[in-house]
């Protein structure tokens, strides 16, 4: 029965839409409305997880979306390390729960904010055994979801999820590749009796090549597969002649890294004897002169994107951007000048020094989004990814200063718990009202009397 009135209260805080809300909603949150300090604020943060969590189980989706929302905005405005402990296993099986197929009849935007959920979940447990718990755990349905064609919608989300979930919890470079293989599926499937071919959008061509990079750039000992080489070299070679520029740039960035980490090298010190031939069955010296002529292909290409003039209604913005890549990329190929970049986090810099590092930076910095800066100053795995040691400004630990995403959880006056004070104050006012005018209407009769 409890358990029953708390999912309740759980679903009236999610669920603004249902005006008999009004009552459960305000009984839910009586005890979280005027807070301050550290320990309360942490408190209700828990608290308010805690209904969110309750929320996953209802069966309207739009209360399990708007719970999940609000579930990422924690995770994005603090690193919940207590409620995590707590209720890691709990979180981690609502949200596949939703990405399953069939489970929960859910829509694609509770898959996409499941999915997210679990990235940040994977980010802010770091390595260790509930990391590798997650990968597990989330690796099969991912696939399934991603294989699913019904609506694309939702496929950014997984592939985020699950370029995440495999830099953080996934063991060795066989389990890295077999996700990588897992994305490129998506936008070249392995044709079969039951697989309908349905050409990519360019977004998801981009998102595709931006998650595989992701992963590619934590590979340190690349199988000597020729032909698969050649074939993934020479389908970016040819998206940097798509139209679209968020494909070119993710195709340039992928291209560089390839380079960066050594494949034409590899090849070369492979193709000493002339006679030796490889289970593609070609031989080394070919391998790598093919190699080697389509590096000039994408070095033209490059010299090209770097100095594209603007087209009818081009963005200067995107365009510049495009430019400056592929400057960098020429002078990476030419000279072998690695690009340099330094991000302000708060007072101190964090620097990137490599494709490999830019690529991990800009992944990571996009899919946190608002939390990004949170995260870097505060979470330690990442502090570990990326050699980074933050000052430390808030030496009194009693004082809990809200971030930009906690001021928008408490204090917004769109805020779950605003909303839900203000429900309280209107039935108040209406139940004051009713007791104003039962005096006033006794009044008259005692005079009429």
Not at 32 to 49: R, Y
Not at 437 to 447: Q, S
Request: charged share 25%.
């Amino acid at each position: 029965m409890g358990k029953r009135n708390s999912q309740r209260k759980s679903a009236a805080m999610f669920d603004s839409d249902d005006d008999s809300s009004v009552t459960s909603s305000s009984t839910a949150l009586s005890d979280l409305m005027s807070v301050s300090g550290a320990e309360d604020v942490q408190f209700v943060q828990d608290s308010f997880l805690d209904q969110a969590l309750n929320a996953l189980d209802e069966k309207r989706g739009s209360t399990r979306e708007k719970a999940l929302s609000s579930i990422i905005d924690a995770f994005n405005s603090n690193m919940q390390h207590e409620f995590v402990e707590k209720k890691f296993a709990t979180l981690l099986h609502q949200c596949l729960a939703s990405i399953k197929k069939g489970s929960k009849k859910a829509s694609a935007k509770e898959i996409a904010l499941a999915s997210h959920a679990i990235g940040c979940l994977a980010l802010t447990v770091g390595c260790g055994d509930n990391a590798r718990e997650i990968f597990e755990e989330s690796i099969r349905p991912l696939d399934e979801s991603l294989t699913s064609r019904i609506d694309v919608s939702k496929t950014p989300s997984l592939l985020e999820c699950l370029a995440i979930i495999t830099f953080v919890g996934g063991n060795d470079q066989e389990e890295t590749e077999r996700s990588m293989d897992m994305m490129w599926r998506v936008i070249n499937p392995k044709l079969g009796s039951n697989v309908v071919v349905v050409k990519p959008s360019a977004s998801l061509i981009a998102n595709v090549v931006s998650a595989w990079s992701f992963l590619l750039s934590t590979v340190s000992n690349l199988k000597l597969n020729t032909k698969n080489w050649q074939n993934s070299i020479s389908y970016l070679s040819s998206l940097l002649d798509k139209e679209d520029r968020s494909v070119r740039i993710a195709a340039g960035e992928a291209l560089a890294l390839i380079f960066e980490i050594g494949v034409i090298d590899k090849f070369s010190a492979k193709s000493g004897s002339a006679s030796d031939t490889t289970q593609e069955g070609s031989k080394p010296l070919e391998s790598y002169i093919f190699l080697q002529g389509l590096k000039g292909k994408v070095i033209n290409q490059c010299k090209n994107l770097s100095i594209e003039a603007g087209g009818k209604g081009s963005a200067k913005k995107d365009l510049n951007s495009q430019r400056n890549l592929f400057r960098d990329i020429l002078d990476f190929f030419e000279y072998g000048y690695s690009p340099d970049i330094s991000m302000k986090i708060g007072g101190d810099s964090l620097q990137a020094s490599s494709w490999s590092e830019m690529i991990q930076l800009n992944f990571i910095k996009h899919f946190l989004g608002g939390g990004f800066i949170k995260h870097m100053q505060e979470n330690e795995f990442l502090h570990e990814v990326f050699g980074f040691s933050p000052k430390r400004k808030y030496l009194n630990t009693n004082e809990h200063r809200m971030s930009g995403g906690e001021k928008r959880m408490f204090k917004s006056p769109n805020s779950v718990l605003n909303k839900a004070r203000t429900q309280s104050l209107n039935k108040q006012r209406i139940l004051s009202e009713g007791r104003n005018f039962g005096h006033y209407a006794v009044g008259m009769v005692d005079e009429e009397a």
